[in-house]
């Protein structure tokens, strides 16, 4: 049972990952500009070079353009021929393959120091966690000194941080002040701990939202970015989701965002107000339509969850196989990557996978065009090499299928590497 029966909830994201990843490993300054590429087109920005003018949707030769002495770094890649990724000098995509191992390891670490620190929390992302804090909140609660009515210094509650932004302060009377500010305000404590920890350990910068449930603590963590954390106490929910658009919502951000904002002609969660239950319920199903009156309201009440875990891993590379030779050089960069991520989560989740699939398309010409009319794919069981008996493999062909994978172990993570390892047969 918690002091008031709220939720304290803490949303904490790494600041452009994939770069302060790279800027930790070259051991460069933070107000070094870097970006972070794949081929020629950018996958994160650190902050410096965004100062700059550059964005994640521009090409390399853009962002070095706009800023002359950003230092591009590529992905670490698997050459053909290799096992193990390594940072090449130079790349081609059509003999290397992107790895994202360094980001997952370093990922791995940090999820573990958030375990550490938290009691209950959910991954969201490789870099984005949600913490349900709510009983570490009530057990300071109680030890504190109370008085009536309830008051919270929102400019000292972490240590007079000026990285802590409390939205919608202005307005917030000091004699409205309610129990549940006070425990958002150790939630933002809390999360501050998180975040300097995470800095002194790992050396990683990272921005925090503060809030009663998830979608809101998530939302307002993007209000005050990099390295800022932000609480919205429940009086101020309503004036930020008033001019918040509905697209920035957990969930709202693909199709039925899109259909939503068309249908009913809206932009912002404010807009929705002026539709009852039923209305929503009639243009969007009744569960749509009963979720999206409660969340432009700021209501939710999902869980955070500890068990949401991947339910598959993929290795996959777009290219063309002309000889046996080919195809086996490509699935050894596969099986090795897939290898060293199923080993990680193993020794972080405890688990091993039970199917392993490997998947083809043949290419065809049809009427003189080319076209992808032929896959093939091939479900192998996993069993521990402990247990008797002989691995079994299941072939499935899909409808279009004229072919069959029928290639043998070496597509599998080998068993020194991985102690459950299968054999196609
Ligand atoms: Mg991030």
Not at 33 to 43: E, G, I, N, R, T
Not at 252 to 274: F, H, M, P, R
Not at 294 to 313: A, E, F, H, L, Y
Request: glycine share 4%; with cysteine.
């Amino acid at each position: 049972m918690t002091a008031s029966g709220t939720r304290c909830i803490v949303h904490i994201d790494m600041d452009a990952f994939y770069a302060q990843v790279e800027m930790k490993r070259l051991g460069l300054p933070r107000e070094a500009p870097l970006a972070v590429v794949q081929w020629s087109m950018l996958l994160a920005v650190n902050y410096a070079a965004r100062a700059e003018g550059v964005n994640r949707f521009d090409s390399a030769a853009e962002a070095a353009n706009k800023c002359p002495h950003i230092r591009l770094v590529h992905v670490a890649t698997y050459k053909e021929g290799e096992s193990e990724w390594r940072y090449h000098d130079k790349v081609d995509v059509k003999t290397h393959k992107v790895s994202l191992d360094p980001y997952r390891t370093e990922s791995a670490k940090i999820f573990k120091l958030f375990a550490r620190m938290a009691k209950t929390v959910e991954k969201a992302s490789i870099d984005e966690m949600y913490a349900d804090v709510t009983h570490e909140v009530d057990r300071r609660y109680a030890l504190m000194p109370h008085s009536h009515p309830p008051r919270v210094d929102w400019a000292t509650i972490v240590d007079g941080a000026s990285d802590n932004h409390v939205l919608g302060l202005d307005a917030l009377a000091p004699e409205a002040t309610t129990v549940d500010d006070v425990r958002l305000a150790i939630a933002a404590t809390i999360a501050k701990e998180v975040r300097t920890t995470l800095f002194n350990e790992l050396g990683y910068t990272s921005t925090a939202g503060i809030a009663h449930n998830k979608p809101l603590a998530k939302l307002v963590a993007g209000v005050h970015k990099p390295n800022q954390q932000t609480v919205i106490p429940a009086a101020s929910v309503l004036d930020f989701l008033k001019t918040t658009p509905l697209t920035k919502i957990r969930f709202l951000g693909g199709k039925l965002g899109d259909e939503v904002v068309s249908t009913l002609n809206v932009q912002n969660a404010g807009d929705l107000w002026q539709f009852s239950e039923a209305e929503l319920a009639q243009k969007f199903g009744s569960q749509s339509g009963s979720w999206l009156f409660n969340i432009c309201r700021g209501i939710d009440d999902t869980k955070v969850d500890p068990k949401v875990m991947v339910k598959s891993m993929m290795a996959a590379k777009r290219l063309q196989i002309k000889t046996a030779d080919d195809a086996e050089r490509w699935f050894h960069i596969l099986a090795a990557e897939l290898t060293q991520r199923i080993n990680d989560d193993h020794e972080f989740n405890g688990r091993w996978p039970k199917t392993f699939t490997v998947a083809g398309k043949k290419k065809e010409k049809i009427c003189g065009a080319d076209t992808n009319q032929s896959a093939c794919s091939c479900t192998i069981l996993f069993l521990a090499l402990t247990r008797p008996g002989p691995s079994r493999a299941r072939f499935r062909r899909s409808s279009r299928t004229r072919t069959c994978c029928r290639r043998r172990s070496r597509e599998s993570p080998s068993p020194s590497t991985s102690p459950r390892a299968s054999r196609c047969r």
